[in-house]
């Protein structure tokens, strides 16, 4: 016991001399941020089970974006109800397998659709080799906000960061590839702006 405590102070001494060094490299490191923006999962909004799953090849190189054309969602509640009731829809009406988008994104927040690495069903014809994005609400009405053109951004730089998309992926609105208005007037033009943005 003698012993012991005769050494205990010359390790706090050494402590001490050793700690401020650490500190101060640490702090000299720089920080590593993720592009990848928080996401209400699945299980977050109830998501029912998906009854079959065909994986894609990665990485993807296109991501195509929708609108869902209903009404736009103004809290996490309502918005988590909406994107249950569409996987309903999709589910029981349309008879998927499950909701037909990657992912979906409301004024807010980014909502899991059928995820990362998996091929949904939102564009005949390019299901296998693209991620589908859907807005929430309709945007030949209104406009798209700031923040969820931000998550867009974010979440497709996510997609590049954990290797699900190519560095070059290819951005497109459906109306491109589809007869259709989506992703409405208003998006599609906040598209163009957009890195990646495909022309033809």
């Not at 103004?74 to 009406?93: F, G, S, W």
């Not at 564009?123 to 867009?152: H, M, W």
């Not at 190519?166 to 109306?175: H, M, P, S, T």
Request: include cysteine; proline fraction near 4%; charged fraction near 20%.
């Amino acid at each position: 016991m003698m012993l012991f405590g005769g050494i205990l102070p010359y390790l706090l001494l050494l402590w001490q001399l050793l700690a401020p060094v650490n500190v101060a490299r640490a702090q000299d490191e720089p920080a590593q941020e993720s592009a990848c923006p928080a996401i209400v999962k699945r299980a977050a909004w109830g998501a029912a089970k998906s009854k079959n799953v065909t994986y894609q090849l990665k990485p993807v190189a296109n991501v195509i974006v929708h609108h869902t054309t209903g009404e736009r969602c103004a809290t996490v509640a309502t918005c988590k109800e909406m994107v249950a009731n569409i996987q309903t829809y999709h589910q029981t009406d349309n008879r998927w397998s499950d909701i037909g988008y990657n992912f979906l994104i409301s004024g807010q927040n980014v909502y899991e659709g059928i995820g990362w690495h998996r091929m949904g069903a939102h564009l005949r014809g390019y299901n296998d080799k693209s991620i589908g994005v859907a807005f929430l609400g309709n945007f030949d009405q209104e406009r798209p906000t700031a923040r969820s053109l931000n998550l867009l951004a974010r979440l497709l730089q996510c997609g590049v960061e954990l290797g699900e998309l190519a560095d070059d992926y290819r951005l497109y609105g459906a109306r491109q590839l589809q007869s259709t208005n989506s992703p409405g007037r208003y998006l599609y033009a906040k598209l163009q702006e957009l890195d990646h943005w495909q022309a033809q």
